[in-house]
């Protein structure tokens, strides 16, 4: 026999009795361990407390649709109430919903799915059911499909073979739980063969293994920021964020190859924008309370979700949001306030050019000096968020209550993410000025506040 129908045998597949009973696995295994990454419909059985952790989800609002060729006419309400059974289980929090119906099939799309095929990878006679489990790196699950075997009769009315019976139990397969080896009765409904309309309720062991999956691994909150301004909100695509939380990373660790990784000390980041669409963030930086990274460029926008996978399969996940501009400056003290980490493009009245620092290597600043009247200065800004404005006349320069014209806004051109601003000449009133403030707004969207000292 092949290793994957053993695996399949041993595993996710709802097979016939006679079979199955004598080899249930011994160990207290309630979970699925799994580090191929990839469509899965196989994995060993490990307990709650296995160091190497189990599959589990990067949320816990789940929605399902249901296919309803074949077989699958008429059994919505069998599979409604197979998900309400998990969603009820109390001190739990995953929330399962019937999310309508669907013409996709047993395959990867980015969308859980329950159909009725004949074959699907779960072969007649010997397979009822089978779950496939998408997986990410770290044991991470980003979609599960059921397929029920077309091939025997399902019903709605108890009779052989139960929708509601089985769903329930392949959908804890979903949530990543492995088969039981309690055969006491009530009989769990992860037993790992049918048992008819019993196994249709939950029983203890059931439902102590999604709290004890849930407990190991909390869905933890992490704040998304720009990096330049720290300022919550909207992050603009192909600009660069940071993100707060506890548990991000196993290590701590800077990128400094272009392109940049998307996976640095095993941490990844995937942004899910409002087309369903879930691409890999590169990394520029991992710790555990902060990862910086690159928000991709391709993000449609509007809502979306952050998540963070830490090397040990911690998952950190938020909303967020993606605008065309989201406008931050960098500071010289990395702040997100106070002097600006800027430079002074200094053009003298023979066209000669010099480029001049407004803070020391410490972060001091060091004034700017108008020189004589023949100069010309040029403030030169470094910021995220920018490059996506809708035009040049959309971006205004406030440099102590005077408008310097903006000459250019958009990528930097030497580091990821990173925009540059530069307007100007600037007014010589500020000349004696002491420090400034400095209001970058693009599209009508202000940057943080930073500041300027003129001599
Ligand atoms: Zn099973």
Redesign the pocket.
């Given at each position: 026999m092949s290793i994957t129908s053993t695996m399949n045998r041993l595993?996710?597949?709802?097979?016939c009795l006679s079979v199955i009973v004598g080899v249930a696995p011994a160990s207290a295994g309630r979970l699925i361990q799994q580090f191929t990454t990839g469509r899965v419909t196989a994995g060993t059985p490990v307990p709650c407390n296995d160091a190497n952790g189990f599959v589990h989800w990067d949320r816990r609002d789940l929605a399902f649709f249901h296919n309803t060729a074949n077989q699958g006419a008429g059994k919505a309400a069998a599979l409604t109430a197979a998900l309400n059974s998990w969603t009820n289980v109390s001190d739990a929090s995953h929330v399962l919903s019937y999310a309508g119906t669907t013409t996709a099939g047993f395959v990867t799309d980015n969308r859980n799915t329950l159909v009725w095929a004949l074959d699907g990878g779960c072969p007649p006679p010997n397979c009822l059911?089978l779950?496939a489990l998408v997986l990410d790196s770290n044991q991470v699950i980003v979609e599960s499909d059921v397929v029920f075997n077309n091939g025997v009769t399902w019903t709605t009315n108890g009779s052989n073979f139960d929708t509601e019976a089985v769903a329930a139990?392949?959908i804890?397969?979903a949530l990543g739980l492995h088969?039981t080896e309690v055969t006491t009765t009530p009989r769990p409904t992860?037993f790992?063969t049918y048992f008819g309309t019993d196994e249709r309720s939950l029983e203890a062991d059931d439902q102590n293994a999604l709290r004890c999956s849930e407990t190991r691994y909390p869905i933890r909150p992490v704040v998304l920021t720009n990096a330049a301004s720290f300022a919550t909100g909207a992050v603009a695509p192909d600009s660069i964020a940071s993100a707060f939380g506890t548990n991000l990373a196993t290590a701590t660790a800077s990128s400094g190859s272009s392109p940049l990784p998307t996976s640095l000390g095993g941490t990844y980041v995937r942004v899910i924008d409002s087309a369903g669409t879930g691409r890999r963030a590169g990394l520029f930086f991992i710790s555990p309370s902060q990862v910086n990274l690159l928000v991709p460029a391709a993000s449609t926008l509007g809502a979306c979700r952050l998540v963070i996978v830490s090397g040990a399969g911690d998952v950190s996940s938020a909303p967020c949001a993606i605008a065309a501009v989201a406008p931050g400056v960098f500071t010289a003290n990395a702040s997100g306030g106070g002097l600006a980490a800027a430079q002074i493009l200094r053009v003298n009245g023979g066209g000669g050019q010099t480029v001049e620092n407004v803070a020391d290597a410490s972060g001091n600043p060091i004034p700017i000096n108008f020189g004589p009247p023949g100069d010309s200065l040029f403030l030169i800004l470094y910021g995220t968020g920018v490059k996506g404005r809708s035009s040049l006349g959309a971006v205004s320069v406030n440099v102590g209550g005077t408008l310097a014209s903006p000459l250019f806004a958009g990528p930097q051109g030497t580091f990821a993410g990173e925009d540059q601003i530069n307007a100007g000449p600037l007014s010589r009133g500020l000349a004696g000025a002491g420090t400034v403030n400095v209001q970058l707004t693009v599209d009508g969207i202000n940057a943080n506040t930073v500041t300027l000292v003129f001599q």
């Open positions: 595993a996710w597949g709802l097979a059911a779950t139990h392949e804890g397969h088969h992860m790992a």
